[in-house]
């Protein structure tokens, strides 16, 4: 909840047990460190005092840092830091498991059957993101053909995709899986309807008329 005074922001601290991860949190809080109007002596004792005594990351947390840091260690200009410090040391297992989450998130998705190739890139990407988000960088061609397995292609389509890719630009590698996917595949395409099936399929006409030799050579 955030409201406009005086032409400043107030901004409410964020929630510990409302984040999806200890990581989001402290992005959270680096976000509410900068817009809000509280004084920097007193952020430290804010965000203490918001820390919930039970929750998903640990019970008597608020307690802890009661007994380990004091007033004054908060009511200073680092008093933010030096709770964050704590927290970390606190939740680094936490931080940990996190982690190892999201990348189980990552490798476990697969495209459901009643997706377009649209709904289960969103997702993905999402995905993606959260990875990069935790300091975990995927190259452009793990990206990319990390897709298109996780898509659940049909050998005839990947050799489509494959066919229009300049595998040699490698810093584009992703981007351009994502557009020939959408393009071959378009928005209506359902999992489980690849070209060499009776299924109705939209093909966009380009890939028909610059793939007619592959096409038939396959059967389709």
């Known amino acids: 909840m955030q409201k406009i005074m005086a032409g400043k922001l107030n901004v409410t601290p964020p929630s510990l047990n409302e984040a999806k991860t200890y990581e989001s949190y402290k992005k ?21 005092l918001s820390l919930p005594n039970e929750g998903k990351f640990g019970n008597n947390l608020k307690e802890r840092v ?9 009511s200073c200009d680092d008093g933010l830091t030096k709770l964050v410090k704590f927290l970390d040391e606190e939740l680094a297992s936490d931080a940990t498991t996190d982690l190892i989450g999201i ?14 190739m ?27 053909f990390a897709l298109m397995r996780k898509a659940g292609l049909s050998d005839l389509e990947r050799t489509l995709i494959l066919s229009r890719l ?15 996917c959408t393009n071959l595949l378009g928005k209506v395409f359902k999992q489980g309807s690849a070209l060499s099936t009776n299924h109705t399929i939209k093909l966009e006409p380009a890939y028909l008329a610059q793939h007619e030799d592959t096409l038939a050579t396959m059967g389709y």
């Open 166 to 180: 300049d595998l040699e630009k490698s810093e584009s590698i992703y981007k351009d899986i994502k557009i020939q």
């Open 28 to 48: 959270e809080l680096k976000m509410w460190a900068a817009v809000t109007e509280a004084d920097k002596k007193k952020q430290g004792n804010l965000i203490s």
């Open 66 to 74: 009661m007994e380990r840091l004091s007033v004054s260690d908060l």
């Open 103 to 116: 990348w189980d998130d990552w490798f476990d998705f697969v495209r459901k059957p009643d997706q377009t």
């Open 118 to 144: 649209e709904q289960f890139i969103g997702e993905y990407e999402l995905l993606v993101s959260r990875l990069e988000s935790a300091g975990q960088k995927l190259s452009e061609q793990v990206k990319g």
